[in-house]
């Protein structure tokens, strides 16, 4: 029996995130009072504190901000180590987090990154962030 990593449901506006971006398309929260984009999604603008929030394409594309590499194993259905974890800022200027699919050698802070979408269930989207 292969364990397999274990897929979280999202609720609430996450939930609406994740619907989006099962449909192929990364979407971000975006305030209609003030025009800011934030991540991860919320019920109110850190901004301005509005509770007119809309969901706006994203091309989905951004810089390396920062990234870790995991050598040992927490979730045993991810057996594959190791792994890197990184954030992205998008072009929008938030920031999102994901798999780094990229070689070590190539990991310089300011690279460019577009981010790939790959449902795991109809609730569930894999990020990752691969090189542009």
Do not use: K, N
């Not at 274990?6 to 971000?28: D, I, T």
């Not at 792994?83 to 190539?106: F, H, K, N, Q, W």
């Not at 690279?111 to 790939?116: D, S």
């Amino acid at each position: 029996m292969s364990l397999r990593p274990r897929v979280p449901e999202p609720v609430g506006p996450h939930a609406e995130f994740y619907e989006h971006a099962a449909s192929g398309v990364l979407h971000l929260q975006r305030c209609r009072e003030c025009g800011r984009y934030q991540q991860p999604p919320r019920y109110r603008c850190p901004g301005c504190g509005g509770d007119s929030l809309e969901w706006h394409p994203s091309g989905g594309t951004g810089v390396l901000y920062s990234w870790t590499v995991t050598h040992r194993v927490v979730d045993r259905g991810w057996s594959d180590t190791p792994y890197a974890t990184g954030v992205i800022e998008l072009d929008e200027g938030v920031r999102l987090v994901g798999a780094l699919s990229v070689p070590r050698e190539a990991r310089v802070l300011g690279l460019p990154l577009a981010v790939a979408l790959a449902p795991m269930t109809d609730t569930f989207v894999f990020l990752t962030l691969e090189r542009r």
